[in-house]
């Protein structure tokens, strides 16, 4: 599987195929078992564990299924924290974090604790959080599982347009069929294989 700048690849199979370890393997989460992952011009089958988190947060965005935001912080604490960890200056990651937030229409939430919002809500601010540092690769798992159809299509725009815009590859695991109609290309997962959808 190759996934080139600007492209959209949707991930499409039964659950329990494996498409979401697919997703932690393309990010160096996981190391697979055979084969070899490369982003850029890192292997991350060999890298040790260190270089696999430096690339994951220079260059690497995850949107994890149920969100997974970190519940002492802030909506606006929590998507900037890619920025954070990365060495930008507060003030500077606050300010892209909050400019990312309204983007996807939740900028008045920044202040809001985690358990004080919407579980659409929520997924926003986790695809806001994946997408503030202008990663490379952007992986996302389920984005519209938790969201209505109207915000789902939202953050799905959001995501094409970090692709276009970036030159970003981004792969989306999905059940939704009109969400992999949008992708430039689809691979099932069958048999723990790929094969083109």
Same mark, same amino acid.
């Given at each position: ?5 600007? +492209?959209?690849?949707?991930?499409? !199979?039964?659950?329990? *195929? !494996?498409?979401?370890? /697919?997703?932690?393997? @393309?990010?160096?989460?996981?190391? &697979?078992?055979?084969?070899? %992952? ?24 995850? =949107?994890?299924?149920?969100? $997974?935001?970190?519940? $002492? @912080?802030? @909506? #606006? $604490?929590? =998507?900037? /924290?890619? /920025? ?19 983007? @996807? ?11 004080? =919002?919407?579980? !659409?809500? #929520?997924?926003?601010? *986790? ?15 389920? &984005?519209? !599982?938790?969201?209505? $159809? ?20 981004? %792969?989306?695991?999905?059940? +939704?069929?009109? #969400? ?14 790929? =094969?083109?959808?």
């Amino acid at each position: 599987m190759e996934v080139g700048r600007g +492209e959209i690849v949707a991930i499409v !199979g039964p659950s329990g *195929a !494996g498409k979401s370890s /697919l997703l932690f393997c @393309l990010c160096g989460l996981l190391v &697979p078992q055979r084969g070899e %992952v490369v982003v850029g011009d890192v292997n991350l089958s060999r890298a040790p564990t260190r270089t696999r988190d430096r690339v994951r947060r220079r260059h690497c965005g995850f =949107v994890f299924q149920f969100g $997974e935001l970190v519940p $002492e @912080l802030t @909506l #606006l $604490e929590n =998507v900037a /924290l890619p /920025l954070r960890l990365s060495g930008t200056g507060a003030r500077d990651s606050m300010e892209r974090a909050r400019r990312q937030m309204e983007a @996807l229409g939740i900028g008045e939430l920044a202040d809001k604790p985690v358990h004080a =919002v919407s579980g !659409g809500e #929520l997924q926003r601010a *986790a695809i806001c959080r994946a997408l503030v540092h202008g990663p490379s690769v952007v992986l996302a798992d389920e &984005p519209s !599982g938790a969201l209505d $159809e109207e915000n789902a299509r939202v953050v799905i725009d959001q995501l094409v347009e970090h692709a276009r815009r970036k030159q970003a590859g981004v %792969v989306v695991v999905t059940h +939704e069929s009109w #969400l992999a109609a949008r992708a430039d290309r689809q691979i099932r997962i069958s048999g723990g294989r790929l =094969v083109p959808a």
